[in-house]
């Protein structure tokens, strides 16, 4: 207390402010801030991928600052929000496979068809390539038999790009051209093989077909020339399994076999 010189009042003392030497409010973590920022992003699952390494990045570093520095709530929102993107991400890929299984799986006896209508489709065109290319007999690819100038290099006989692609695919099947012969020898002789994406789900069986225009049809991937025609019964597929895998597909004649 001090008295007043004038009147002798006690009067209090006046507080001065003393500011604390050395003292600064602590930072805010730029990794929280940047795992809050890639989390809110969470569509993209590379962004949520961010959020959660830079949340656990920015809690480490909060951690060992022991006070020093803030974004503690940050970083947890990003975590938050980063887990919740990859769970989404998760749950939607999901989900396309299912309804994509699905619908293939609905249209089974439509891709099976489809199948057969492109492996006649495949032969026609190959029997007007070896009529017109007579020296060279069927194509060494089916790349030939697409848009070209109608000659041996492009017959233009299938105008469907993706029929004449390295590994063609159409309907839920996949295609496979081998020819017999190769080189300066005229090819002779072919094999079809018409195999489903996924067996059960985008088709059953699988199609054979080689240059003598008979068409073959089995439940294993071991379908060839010893497979019943499509639209007979035959032997149990069973029969076919215990064969070793590929030892039917290969094609069955070349220049100059009996």
């Not at 830079?54 to 709530?73: Q, T, Y």
């Not at 887990?83 to 299984?101: E, H, P, Q």
């Amino acid at each position: 207390m001090e008295t007043c010189p004038y009147c002798g009042a006690a009067q209090p003392v006046r507080q001065t402010a003393v500011a604390l030497q050395g003292w600064q409010a602590p930072g805010t973590s730029n990794k929280a801030i940047a795992s809050l920022v890639c989390g809110v992003l969470f569509i993209c699952a590379p962004a949520s991928i961010a959020a959660i390494v830079l949340g656990h990045l920015a809690l480490v570093d909060i951690k060992r600052a022991a006070g020093k520095m803030a974004g503690k709530g940050l970083a947890i929102a990003g975590l938050v929000l980063g887990y919740s993107g990859i769970g989404l991400t998760v749950l939607y890929f999901a989900f396309v496979f299912f309804l994509v299984r699905n619908t293939f799986s609905h249209d089974l006896p439509a891709n099976e068809t489809a199948a057969i209508v492109t492996l006649k489709n495949y032969e026609a065109a190959l029997e007007q390539y070896a009529k017109k290319c007579d020296a060279q007999g069927y194509p060494a690819t089916l790349s030939r038999l697409g848009p070209g100038r109608g000659d041996c290099a492009g017959a233009n006989l299938i105008h469907d790009r993706r029929l004449v692609a390295a590994a063609p695919v159409a309907k839920g099947y996949t295609f496979e051209y081998r020819p017999g012969v190769n080189g300066t020898d005229r090819v002779s002789v072919f094999v079809l093989v018409a195999r489903p994406l996924i067996p059960g789900s985008t088709g059953k069986r699988f199609f054979y077909l080689d240059e003598s225009g008979v068409m073959r049809a089995a439940y294993s991937q071991n379908v060839g020339p010893n497979s019943p025609p499509v639209g007979t019964s035959g032997p149990n597929d069973d029969e076919e399994q215990d064969k070793p895998a590929g030892s039917q597909n290969e094609p069955h004649g070349q220049e100059g076999d009996p």
